[in-house]
């Protein structure tokens, strides 16, 4: 019988790359997986979403804050204006001059009695004035239109109501020296035009001369003199 015939080197080499081919498959295959599953681990997760407020649960939000540039009405200084009356008993005449929250007052019977009154204003429209010999003007403001309030002078307290006054009406004072006299009058001019007002004679009063409003203009003992408005 014949001997078989061992394989020869073509086919040990054959062989050999055929393994070769083999590895070098599973090791790209392998590779591949391995850089597939590192990208995935590298990217980033997606940022979770925000949970939704409760239902019905409207946002916070601070009030705003007030508003500080003007003042509200009762903090305000009462307005510059003039006011003129007469008393309740229609004896004597009052005027206030308001300016910047300050006031200054005349009262007068336009014979014999008078007194010049001064003083604040609260931010009210609340004043009191006061004047020599303890003579007191207590007052209040209404709405700007009026000032009701009381003089109490020589003992006697006077009830009054002063109403805004346009001009030429409203309070004038002149003061001067004449003939060696010394001269203080002062003059309320009512609204309507009718003037009640004293010209003191070196300390003795009398019933003053009429102005003339329009121009301030006054004739005591044959010379002019100028009464002006008075403010505080």
């Not at 200084?77 to 008993?89: E, I, K, L, S």
């Not at 019977?109 to 001064?118: A, I, T, Y």
């Not at 409203?170 to 203080?184: E, I, N, S």
């Given at each position: 019988?014949a001997?078989m015939?061992?394989?020869?080197p073509?086919?040990?080499?054959?062989?050999?790359?055929?393994?070769?081919?083999?590895?070098?498959?599973l090791?790209?295959?392998?590779?591949?997986?391995?850089?597939?599953?590192?990208?995935?681990?590298?990217?980033p997760?997606?940022?979770?979403?925000a949970?939704?407020?409760?239902?019905?649960t409207?946002?916070?939000?601070?009030?705003?804050?007030?508003?500080?540039?003007a003042?509200?009405?009762?903090?305000?200084?009462?307005?510059?204006?003039?006011?003129?009356?007469?008393?309740?008993?229609?004896?004597?005449?009052?005027?206030?001059?308001?300016?910047?929250?300050?006031?200054?007052?005349?009262f007068c019977?336009?014979?014999?009695?008078?007194?010049?009154?001064?003083g604040d204003?609260?931010d009210?429209?609340?004043?009191?004035?006061?004047?020599?010999?303890?003579?007191?003007?207590?007052?209040?403001?209404?709405?700007?239109?009026?000032?009701?309030?009381?003089?109490?002078?020589?003992?006697?307290?006077?009830?009054?109501?002063?109403?805004?006054?346009?001009?030429?009406s409203?309070?004038?004072?002149?003061?001067?020296?004449?003939?060696?006299?010394?001269?203080?009058g002062?003059?309320?001019?009512?609204?309507?035009?009718?003037?009640?007002?004293?010209?003191?004679?070196?300390?003795?009063?009398?019933?003053?001369?009429?102005?003339?409003?329009?121009t301030?203009?006054?004739?005591v003992?044959?010379?002019?003199?100028?009464?002006?408005?008075?403010?505080p």
């Open positions: 019988m001997r015939k061992r394989p020869g073509l086919l040990t080499l054959l062989a050999g790359l055929l393994l070769a081919v083999f590895m070098l498959t090791n790209a295959t392998a590779g591949t997986k391995n850089a597939s599953s590192s990208s995935q681990e590298a990217s997760s997606a940022p979770p979403q949970s939704p407020s409760p239902t019905g409207p946002p916070s939000s601070s009030p705003p804050s007030a508003s500080k540039s003042p509200p009405p009762s903090k305000r200084t009462p307005p510059n204006a003039d006011y003129a009356g007469r008393t309740d008993d229609d004896s004597s005449a009052v005027a206030v001059s308001l300016r910047g929250g300050k006031a200054i007052a005349y019977d336009g014979r014999s009695k008078e007194s010049w009154l001064k204003v609260k009210d429209g609340t004043m009191k004035l006061t004047g020599k010999h303890g003579a007191e003007l207590n007052g209040t403001l209404k709405d700007g239109r009026s000032i009701r309030g009381t003089v109490d002078l020589g003992g006697q307290r006077y009830a009054f109501t002063a109403d805004k006054a346009v001009k030429p409203g309070l004038y004072r002149a003061t001067a020296t004449v003939r060696g006299a010394k001269l203080d002062g003059w309320i001019v009512l609204p309507g035009g009718k003037q009640v007002g004293i010209l003191d004679r070196d300390g003795k009063p009398a019933a003053a001369p009429t102005i003339d409003p329009e301030g203009t006054v004739t003992d044959g010379q002019t003199l100028t009464a002006s408005p008075v403010t």
